[in-house]
Protein backbone atom coordinates (compact mmCIF):
# COMPACT_ATOMS: atom_id res chain seq x y z
CA UNK A 1 0.00 0.00 0.00
CA UNK A 2 2.59 2.63 0.84
CA UNK A 3 4.49 1.57 -2.83
CA UNK A 4 0.98 2.59 -4.58
CA UNK A 5 0.93 5.61 -2.49
CA UNK A 6 4.22 6.77 -3.41
CA UNK A 7 3.76 5.53 -6.77
CA UNK A 8 0.28 8.19 -6.97
CA UNK A 9 2.60 10.82 -5.78
CA UNK A 10 5.33 10.38 -8.40
CA UNK A 11 2.81 10.24 -11.12
CA UNK A 12 1.30 13.52 -9.44
CA UNK A 13 4.52 15.47 -9.23
CA UNK A 14 5.20 14.26 -13.04
CA UNK A 15 1.91 15.92 -14.53
CA UNK A 16 2.80 18.86 -12.37
CA UNK A 17 5.97 19.11 -13.79
CA UNK A 18 4.79 18.46 -17.22
CA UNK A 19 1.61 21.18 -16.86
CA UNK A 20 3.80 23.92 -15.47
CA UNK A 21 6.40 23.28 -18.31
CA UNK A 22 3.08 24.00 -20.29
CA UNK A 23 2.28 26.79 -18.58
CA UNK A 24 5.87 28.35 -19.45
CA UNK A 25 5.96 27.00 -23.35
CA UNK A 26 2.71 29.03 -23.23
CA UNK A 27 3.61 32.22 -21.87
CA UNK A 28 7.21 31.45 -23.96
CA UNK A 29 5.35 31.12 -27.13
CA UNK A 30 3.05 34.51 -26.47
CA UNK A 31 6.33 36.75 -26.23
CA UNK A 32 8.17 34.90 -28.73
CA UNK A 33 10.80 34.15 -26.46
CA UNK A 34 12.42 31.05 -29.16
CA UNK A 35 15.42 30.67 -27.11
CA UNK A 36 12.86 29.81 -23.82
CA UNK A 37 10.72 27.55 -26.05
CA UNK A 38 13.52 25.31 -27.16
CA UNK A 39 14.83 24.96 -23.45
CA UNK A 40 11.55 23.92 -22.31
CA UNK A 41 10.88 21.56 -25.57
CA UNK A 42 14.25 19.56 -23.92
CA UNK A 43 12.34 19.52 -20.30
CA UNK A 44 9.06 18.76 -22.23
CA UNK A 45 10.45 15.80 -24.09
CA UNK A 46 12.32 14.59 -20.95
CA UNK A 47 8.90 14.74 -18.96
CA UNK A 48 6.77 13.23 -21.81
CA UNK A 49 9.42 10.12 -22.41
CA UNK A 50 9.21 10.00 -18.32
CA UNK A 51 4.94 9.74 -18.42
CA UNK A 52 5.28 6.68 -21.59
CA UNK A 53 7.68 4.81 -19.52
CA UNK A 54 5.36 5.11 -16.67
CA UNK A 55 1.78 4.56 -18.19
CA UNK A 56 1.06 1.08 -17.00
CA UNK A 57 1.09 3.09 -13.05
CA UNK A 58 -1.66 5.84 -14.61
CA UNK A 59 -5.06 4.71 -13.38
CA UNK A 60 -8.63 6.36 -14.13
CA UNK A 61 -7.86 8.71 -11.64
CA UNK A 62 -5.36 10.46 -13.61
CA UNK A 63 -8.00 10.90 -16.72
CA UNK A 64 -8.64 14.59 -16.28
CA UNK A 65 -5.05 15.54 -15.89
CA UNK A 66 -4.21 13.98 -18.88
CA UNK A 67 -7.29 15.22 -20.74
CA UNK A 68 -6.17 18.53 -19.58
CA UNK A 69 -2.87 17.97 -20.75
CA UNK A 70 -3.70 17.25 -24.06
CA UNK A 71 -5.69 20.49 -24.54
CA UNK A 72 -2.69 22.50 -23.48
CA UNK A 73 -0.70 20.87 -25.97
CA UNK A 74 -3.09 21.14 -28.78
CA UNK A 75 -3.34 25.31 -27.37
CA UNK A 76 0.78 25.66 -27.29
CA UNK A 77 0.68 23.96 -31.18
CA UNK A 78 -1.71 26.35 -32.01
CA UNK A 79 0.14 28.83 -30.67
CA UNK A 80 3.47 27.94 -31.75
CA UNK A 81 1.82 27.81 -35.48
CA UNK A 82 0.35 31.28 -35.36
CA UNK A 83 3.92 32.28 -34.10
CA UNK A 84 5.68 30.79 -36.74
CA UNK A 85 3.60 32.70 -39.61
CA UNK A 86 3.55 35.56 -37.89
CA UNK A 87 7.38 35.48 -37.88
CA UNK A 88 7.23 34.39 -41.69
CA UNK A 89 5.13 37.02 -42.37
CA UNK A 90 7.44 39.91 -40.44
CA UNK A 91 10.67 37.93 -42.38
CA UNK A 92 8.62 37.99 -46.16
CA UNK A 93 8.51 34.46 -46.78
CA UNK A 94 5.20 33.68 -48.96
CA UNK A 95 2.65 31.63 -47.19
CA UNK A 96 2.43 27.97 -48.87
CA UNK A 97 0.07 27.52 -51.23
CA UNK A 98 -2.44 24.51 -51.63
CA UNK A 99 -3.10 23.97 -55.69
CA UNK A 100 -5.65 22.03 -57.47
CA UNK A 101 -4.82 20.86 -60.81
CA UNK A 102 -6.73 18.11 -62.87
CA UNK A 103 -4.42 14.80 -63.13
CA UNK A 104 -4.09 12.84 -66.16
CA UNK A 105 -5.18 9.65 -64.40
CA UNK A 106 -8.29 10.78 -62.52
CA UNK A 107 -7.95 9.19 -59.32
CA UNK A 108 -10.87 8.15 -56.94
CA UNK A 109 -12.51 11.58 -56.06
CA UNK A 110 -11.33 13.06 -59.39
CA UNK A 111 -9.00 15.61 -58.33
CA UNK A 112 -5.41 15.58 -56.87
CA UNK A 113 -4.08 18.16 -54.40
CA UNK A 114 -0.73 19.12 -55.00
CA UNK A 115 0.61 20.92 -52.43
CA UNK A 116 3.78 22.74 -52.61
CA UNK A 117 5.13 25.64 -51.03
Not at 68 to 97: M, P, T, W
Amino acid sequence: MNQEVKTDKNIDELLSDLEQTLCSERQALMSFDAQRVDELNVVKAQLQAKLVACRHLLSISHRDRLENLKRQLRHNLVLLVHARNHVRGLLGFERSCIVFRPSAKPTAGGVRLDMRG
